[in-house]
């Protein structure tokens, strides 16, 4: 059973094992359990293991819930980097004046760091 407390270990492990079923049964665990908190660390765990299907899914929840991701904290653990490119998207469903406010963040990010 794929439970919150397995779910990191059994993935890479059918990964690993090539566990298809396994595979498929723990991404959508983790799809269920997806929201502005954690898509940030769930994005990076499926581009490491190479799930498609839940890096998808993560990048919807960033890009539909942009202002809530930032909200929740973890925005501030990534790079200067990932934060460029995660406000630089076209596709982030923020009203206009917080993406001129985004842009200007940009400007400030790049030239700091």
């Known amino acids: ?23 498929d049964v723990c991404v959508e665990f983790l799809q269920i359990k997806l929201n502005t908190a954690n898509c940030l660390a769930i ?18 929840c960033i890009k539909t819930h942009f202002l809530k991701v930032v909200e929740a904290g ?12 995660l406000i630089s998207r076209d596709d982030i469903n923020v009203p206009f004046e917080e993406k001129v406010c985004l842009r ?4 400030v990010i790049f030239n700091y760091c």
């Open 1 to 23: 059973m794929v439970t919150e407390q397995n779910v990191m270990d059994l993935l890479p492990s059918a990964v690993l094992l090539q566990l298809d079923y396994v595979k």
């Open 43 to 60: 994005r990076e765990f499926a581009t490491f293991y190479n799930c498609m299907e839940l890096l998808s899914s993560s990048e919807e």
């Open 104 to 107: 200007k963040f940009i400007i």
């Open 74 to 85: 973890e925005f501030l653990s990534l790079s200067s980097e990932e934060m460029i490119n």
